[in-house]
Structure formats: structure tokens, C-alpha cells
């Protein structure tokens, strides 16, 4: 169930249904399963970055993270009805986990502080997810190849059944690609900020924000420096290539239509 946006298919599920679906490639034994947001930026981004690019096609499941993602399917006349976050599945996932018990998972991204943080709040809350490993990469542009072995030592050590990267877009989606075949994992999330949310560091917007699509709004007047070219610049460009689309589209079935009429 899904549909295709500028040229890259979307989950058009629920969020229930992508925790679901989550949950059977988990107890099926899938291997190297990965998910991705999809947001106006990262779909922006992945016109310029080949490998970004090939990571959101090649995803086993896209969610619509980003109202834009919502607004261009009602013009496209999909069935997108909601944006999908990291933080739903990353949530949802983990109460599914927590009352299965016995599942196993691992943490890779961010400091070890906040790696610390996430791992007393998730003892807490989820006492019945096991704490496979966590691992806080260098802080660098490029990882090297050693930077790479490392990380995917670590994991594959830890035997976890999830692992949860936080690297920050799209950093994280592109070293999830490129390493997926070396991982002895069941399934990879794409998930950035719920690492700095759930620890505590970074507070999430209000629900009311949540829930009319303007989460983006109170993070922008936190760290606009960081965030206004997504806002003002992304988005924007992207609603632009949407219209642009969904033009060409009606163009062609003018003429489809045109030429079955004999016109």
C-alpha cells in the first residue's frame, strides 16, 4: 500500500500498519530490512546525491514524515492521509517489543551521554528490550573505512534483531545503504533526532504543532540557523517540482484523451 511522489514510493499505511509490518520482518527472521522518512528536504536533497537517492528507492518502507509529503499526495489525489515519523515507529515499535518481550536491540549515533540517557530511560520504560549495544561513531563528515569496521563490528557482535541509527539526515540513510550487506541485522531504522527527543536533549514540539503539520515551526524558531534553508528553501522548491508534476500529468492525458477521440 503505497504510492509514488516525484519519481519515490511512499507508504501510504498508518502508522499502526507500519509497526505491523515491522513486527511480522522481525518474527519472519527478514534480514536487513530498513525503513526511511521522507520529508520535502531529504527528497530535495536525493536530486543532487546519488547515493541518497538510491537509499530512499531502495528502502523496504518509506514513511511520509512532513506535511509537505501529505500535501503533495492530495494533489497527486493519493491516499496519504498522515505524516508517519521517526519517533511514531521508533515508539510504537518499542511498546510492540517491550510486550512481546525477549527482543534485542542496538543503538548506533550521537555521544555517549545521550547514548547513556537513552539507555536509563529505555531500562525504565521498556524493561523487556534488551539493551543489545550501543556505539557513538566519530563526529566527522566522512567515515573512513576503519570508522566503518568498527561500527559494524559492534553491531554484529551484539547480535541485536534492531538497530536504530542516529546520524542525522542523510548521513544516516547513506551509511545505511552502503553497509546494509555487511550488517547481520533484521531490521534498520533511519531515525536522526528521536535519539537527541527520547534522551531528553532536544524537547519535541507541542502536540498541538503535531497534529496540524507544524512540528517544524517551534524546532525553526529553536535553531533557525540549522533549519530555515528546509523551511524556506526545500520546501518550497519541492511543492514547485510537485505542481510542475502534477502539470505534465493532466498535459498527458489531455492528449491521451485527445487522441482516443480522434481529435
Known sequence: ?????????????????????????????????????ANPHTLQMAKNDSVLDEAIRNADLVTPDGVGIVIASKIFGGSIKNRVTGSDIFWGLN???NQKKGFRVFFLG????????????MSVEYPEIRIA???????KHQFSDEDNRLMIEA?????????????????QE?????????????????IGAV????????????PFFQEFGLEWLPRLLRQPRRLWRRNFISSPFF?????REKGRQKLAASRSSGRKSGI
Not at 174 to 187: A, C, G, H, S
Request: positive net charge; proline residues 4%; charged residues 30%.
Open 1 to 37: 500500500m503505497a504510492e509514488f511522489i516525484v519519481g519515490y514510493r511512499i507508504s501510504a499505511r498508518s502508522k499502526e500498519d507500519c509497526i505491523y509490518r515491522i513486527i511480522r520482518w522481525l518474527e519472519d527472521g527478514a534480514k536487513r530490512k530498513y525503513f526511511v522518512c
Open 95 to 97: 511498546h510492540m517489543l
Open 110 to 121: 550521537s555521544t555517549e551521554e545521550t547514548l547513556r540517557k537513552i539507555r536509563e530511560k
Open 133 to 139: 549495544g550501543m556505539y557513538s561513531p566519530p563526529f
Open 155 to 171: 553491531v554484529n557482535n551484539a547480535q541485536p534483531d534492531v538497530l536504530w541509527v542516529g546520524m542525522t539526515a542523510p548521513k
Open 174 to 190: 547513506k551509511w545505511i545503504y552502503e553497509n546494509r550487506n555487511k550488517l547481520n541485522v533484521k531490521f534498520v531504522g533511519a
Open 195 to 206: 535519539f537527541d527527543f527520547y534522551s531528553g536533549n532536544v524537547k519535541r514540539s507541542h
Open 239 to 243: 511543492l514547485l517540482r510537485v505542481l
